[in-house]
């Protein structure tokens, strides 16, 4: 039914019944009887209206407070209608809320730096990440000119001179950030921050990989190519040629050992080579990390060994490269005569590989570089030893992917230890085994 049919018709029915009731009373009691009836039901009908605007007043103070009156003939209608705008409302403010929390979060998960300002530069809003890379607090600073708390001078030009069109590369806080103003709606701006300083690392330690595994596979090249020319070019004794054939095959093994580290690296890190856990088994393991050591050192050293824990779970292929590594490492590094211990044992922080030795020792201010690619305490050693610079850097990640940790002690001239701790779930037997050899 039409609205307006459903507010005019009560209102004139009421309106007949009044005339009625005052003709009935005209008729029976005279004008003056009837008279006063009218005015006094028109003053009901009066009180009526009005207690009921003075109840919608009330409600539209404060709508969530009350609840609506039911009413009578028109009013029915009018807060029918009320309460469904007002329930209409309701849903669509539960909606708003909704979305705006899943906005809010979204923007709370987001890498990049968010920063909300007004046309004026003004702090409205901004998410974690942004805290974190320009050293904000939504909190503190809202309300606050934003190039009073990113003090840095490009940062400033780039929102004052207005010039968004290319993004700023910013250093700031020690990091490497690239920062782009968005301009949307008339009196607002939206700054959003990247954060770059990681991938430049990394991109630096691929440029510095690059130009190390150059320089380490030029060396040998050019002692073959040498030798070759040397070769083709006069008439060598026999004496001579042996010479030269032994340090060309000597430069091509350092070669070969080093591109074979460097493809054992690149598989480590690749995700496409996840760990399948296996039962590695610990005495054969170390029984055959033991031989290469002591084939290695030809006998100038004292290789001893002691296992006190059992099998565990992990890739016996990385493990015996790591492990193989720290040992090769302590005969390469400790002169003549010198002693080397290998341990494995079970302790309260996890398993352990340890290996001792009584070599020349490193000073404390390389042990935290050791890790690296390429990183040479003493590099006419290195190369002496046959050395690849490679050896640690496989040791850590292999024990990254095995939830493992390494850990260096030693003093320059004192000797080494390097402490390789498996969790205890990496543990495939319970029962220790003692095994000298």
Aim: hydrophobic share 45%; proline share 4%.
């Amino acid at each position: 039914m039409n609205p307006k049919l459903l507010f005019w018709v009560p209102a004139a029915l009421r309106m007949g019944l009044i005339l009625l009731g005052v003709g009935v009373l005209w008729w029976l009691f005279g004008a003056l009887p009837a008279l006063v009836a009218a005015f006094v039901a028109l003053l009901v009908m009066v009180f009526v209206q009005l207690n009921y605007l003075y109840q919608l007043s009330d409600w539209l103070d404060d709508p969530k407070s009350g609840k609506l009156p039911d009413g009578w003939g028109a009013w029915t209608s009018i807060f029918s209608r009320l309460y469904r705008l007002r329930r209409d409302d309701e849903k669509n403010e539960a909606e708003l809320t909704e979305w705006l929390a899943r906005f809010r979060q979204a923007m709370h998960l987001l890498p990049d730096g968010v920063v909300i300002m007004d046309d004026v530069l003004f702090l409205e809003w901004c998410n974690p990440a942004a805290e974190e890379h320009l050293g904000l607090r939504h909190d503190r600073d809202k309300g606050m000119r934003v190039t009073n708390l990113v003090r840095s001078p490009d940062f400033m030009d780039y929102l004052i001179l207005g010039r968004y069109d290319q993004p700023l590369t910013l250093s700031f806080r020690e990091r490497k950030l690239i920062v782009h103003i968005i301009p949307f709606e008339n009196r607002r701006q939206i700054l959003v921050t990247h954060d770059i300083t990681e991938t430049q690392r990394a991109e630096m330690m691929r440029r510095d990989f690059i130009a190390n595994a150059s320089h380490e596979l030029r060396t040998p090249l050019t002692v073959i190519v040498g030798f070759l020319e040397i070769a083709a070019s006069e008439d060598l004794d026999a004496a001579t040629r042996a010479a030269h054939l032994k340090l060309m095959t000597e430069q091509g093994h350092r070669m070969q050992h080093l591109i074979e580290d460097m493809l054992t690296l690149s598989r480590l890190e690749s995700v496409d080579h996840p760990l399948r856990p296996e039962h590695v088994d610990i005495g054969k393991l170390m029984e055959q990390v033991l031989r290469e050591a002591r084939g290695l050192s030809a006998g100038k050293h004292e290789i001893d060994m002691t296992v006190e824990a059992g099998d565990l779970m992990g890739s016996a292929e990385e493990l015996h490269s790591a492990f193989g590594n720290l040992a090769s490492n302590a005969v390469r590094y400790t002169p003549a005569g010198g002693k080397i211990h290998l341990h494995w044992r079970d302790t309260a922080k996890g398993v352990q590989f340890v290996v001792e030795d009584t070599g020349i020792g490193i000073s404390p201010e390389h042990i935290s570089r050791l890790t690296e690619r390429f990183y040479r305490v003493d590099k006419s050693r290195s190369r002496e030893t046959q050395g690849t610079g490679l050896g640690l850097a496989i040791v850590k990640h292999v024990l990254l992917r095995h939830s493992g940790s390494l850990t260096i002690k030693s003093e320059a001239g004192k000797g080494s230890s390097f402490i390789v701790t498996l969790p205890k779930s990496t543990a495939a037997a319970p029962q220790p085994e003692l095994l000298a050899g």
